[in-house]
């Protein structure tokens, strides 16, 4: 039988595959999709044959079945699933990466999918086990295999290969895959005994949160579905959340779900190997996962891919995981770092304990010199925090006024108030009344109106390292808005969430108001006179603090992060006590005054002072020129990776 349609026809495949999934003429759309894609496979196969005899290949490549399957699927709807088709050469260095190759001992091992979608892994992994059987019986081909050998094989293949995923057509293409894969030794086969009956792979047609594991795995592989909990049906976030998990908790991703069951289905030193977003890395919403994996198993590599699918949908790595029960085997294991799938590529290692002093994020860019820096201010120096909650200080940090820079409010007449205009519809947030435009108005302003002076307070509109770049007026006392307690705003240090050139950007204000964008840091007391709001202005805009603040919540990426009220509190502030850190930070409150009161705020001028606060800065924080012409360099090599 040379023609795969023929196969599939004449052995009752297809009526068989649908009766198995419980797909009937009433589902018109699946049902005539599969045979009309059957209807076409005589050509696509003969085609794919001709390609592969004509170069000496004997490999399957990717499947033209999938590829119909995308097309049949739309992009949409394979992206509200969550499920997007695999590349092949990821899924090959998967099945490497967790031994699952014709070199290793496989014969006797299963391998699981949980959402196999229409076959990428399990194919391979077909092909894989079925060249490992044959190289056994030393033959080259399936046509010189006797019966039992060959019947042997099949019967390997189902048991040893298992997949699960929720759309029957998926399952349908799937098996049709792995019938053509072992084509010829289906063939072998019925040439010899044909009232063979032809089997069904174990490829379940189920929600795999609702499958009944009844055994556990040497593999775990795959490509598990992206979808956010917002995209999530809500009665479907409810089952999750009632599941015996650990990881379904707050704001989590649907691939971290399959990420923990994988790690369950595992036997005691078996390996998952997985295609996930690179918001595993770092993410706060990821922590729970990253803690999970952490506690259960040995990382033994990340590997950055990036937009490896033909629609970019996000940034992706491949994980690879070995389960470990035992503590100390995973806590001095090596992480292997990879950057691309290379294999002629400097390995970076980290080991995993570090992990845990990261606060389980996945920090994979850092050089062993970043750690020993980090864990050297992070064990010397208290943090912002510890100072705000130490009584002997009276240290606050406050977002501005809940308003957006454009200074838009809007009255709602049933709550008889104003808000801030609502983004998306033009409804009262409170009570869901539809709003007038004709009662929105502007609250800041570039002049005041006249006769209103006493109404408006100077607003910070534009902020730069140790300057305010631009200011406006807006006015106060507008019922509903949140301008927080207006003494927050009197002699502080304002610091942007932006960047400025890749390094912390904070400025000191007498009395100006800013918006929920700029974080405001007053010092109310302080038992050190040396150190005060000139001497922590240095520090925050210094580049050690920068490049503390890039390496512990930045990535991979290389860009520097979001400066958000929590990250600030963490930073490692350094109070002077004896008397040569008290003249270091007088000197630095020297310099700062001095960029402050520059009139022409000239670039070369404010760079000089600087330099000379970087080496105040390093000597209060014990930083030798070795580790700070490394920190230049990071920055550097940022502001480089920028452009």
Request: hydrophobic residues 35%.
């Amino acid at each position: 039988m040379n023609d795969f349609r023929d196969f599939l026809n004449e052995m009752g495949i297809i009526p068989n595959l649908m009766n198995h999934y419980g797909i009937t003429l009433k589902d018109n759309e699946v049902h005539d999709f599969i045979y009309n894609l059957v209807e076409n496979l005589s050509l696509t196969e003969s085609n794919e044959n001709h390609r592969r005899l004509k170069s000496g290949k004997q490999n399957f490549n990717l499947d033209a079945i999938a590829k119909s399957y995308e097309k049949i699927v739309p992009h949409s709807q394979r992206k509200t699933m969550g499920e997007f088709y695999t590349p092949i050469q990821i899924v090959d260095y998967i099945l490497k990466s967790v031994g699952y190759t014709n070199q290793q001992d496989i014969e006797n091992k299963n391998l699981i999918d949980l959402s196999c979608g229409s076959g990428s892994f399990l194919v391979r992994a077909v092909e894989i086990l079925g060249e490992k059987l044959r190289k056994q019986l030393k033959v080259r081909d399936y046509s010189e295999l006797v019966l039992n050998q060959a019947i042997n094989i099949i019967d390997r293949i189902k048991n040893n290969i298992i997949g699960i995923d929720v759309n029957p057509i998926a399952c349908v293409l799937c098996q049709f895959n792995i019938y053509f894969t072992i084509f010829d030794l289906f063939n072998n086969i019925l040439e010899k005994k044909n009232d063979y009956k032809i089997p069904v792979f174990n490829i379940f047609n189920e929600d795999t949160l609702q499958f009944n594991f009844r055994s556990k795995y040497d593999f775990v592989v795959g490509n598990p579905p992206y979808l956010f909990i917002r995209a999530i049906p809500q009665d479907y976030r409810n089952f999750i959340e009632k599941l015996p998990l650990e990881t379904n908790k707050g704001q989590y991703d649907y691939y971290q779900i399959f990420i923990e069951l994988g790690i369950k289905t595992l036997k005691k030193g078996g390996k998952m190997g997985y295609i996930v977003p690179d918001s595993l890395l770092a993410l706060s919403n990821r922590k729970l996962l990253r803690k999970y994996i952490y506690n259960h198993t040995k990382i033994k590599e990340i590997c950055v891919v990036g937009s490896g699918f033909r629609d970019p949908v996000v940034s992706n790595i491949i994980l690879v995981l070995k389960k470990e029960v035992i503590e100390e085997q995973r806590l001095n294991n090596k992480i292997m770092i990879k950057k691309a799938l290379k294999t002629d590529q400097r390995e970076n290692f980290l080991l995993q304990k570090n992990i845990g002093e990261w606060d389980y994020k996945f920090l994979i860019h850092l050089t062993q010199n970043d750690i020993e820096i980090l864990k050297h201010l992070n064990s010397s120096f208290t943090s912002l925090k510890d100072l705000i909650l130490d009584s002997q200080f009276d240290i606050s940090i406050n977002r501005g006024v809940e308003l957006g820079k454009k200074g838009e409010v809007v009255y709602c007449d049933t709550c008889n108030r104003y808000f801030p205009l609502p983004k998306g519809n033009f409804i009262c947030v409170k009570c869901g009344t539809t709003l007038n435009s004709n009662d929105v108005e502007k609250i800041i302003v570039d002049s005041i109106p006249k006769g209103l002076e006493n109404a408006y307070q100077p607003f910070i509109y534009s902020i730069n390292r140790y300057f305010i770049n631009e200011y406006r007026y807006i006015k106060v006392n507008v019922g509903g808005i949140n301008y927080k307690d207006l003494s927050n705003y009197n002699n502080r240090i304002a610091v942007r969430q932006l960047n400025q050139e890749n390094l912390i950007c904070a400025a000191y204000e007498k009395n100006a108001l800013s918006s929920q964008s700029i974080y405001n840091i007053k010092i109310n007391q302080s038992p050190i006179a040396e150190f005060n709001h000139f001497y922590l202005l240095g520090l925050l805009n210094s580049r050690l603090l920068s490049f503390y603040f890039l390496k512990t919540f930045g990535s991979y990426k290389l860009l520097f992060p979001r400066i958000l009220i929590e990250k600030l509190k963490i930073l490692p502030i350094k109070v002077p006590s004896t008397k040569k850190e008290k003249e270091l930070s007088d000197l630095i409150k020297d310099k700062v005054n001095q960029i402050l009161n520059l009139k022409n705020r000239n670039e070369t001028q404010v760079l000089k002072l600087q330099n000379k606060i970087d080496l105040h800065v390093n000597n209060l924080y014990q930083i030798n020129e070795d580790d700070y012409h490394h920190i230049l360099n990071s920055l550097d090599n940022l502001v480089k990776n920028k452009y």
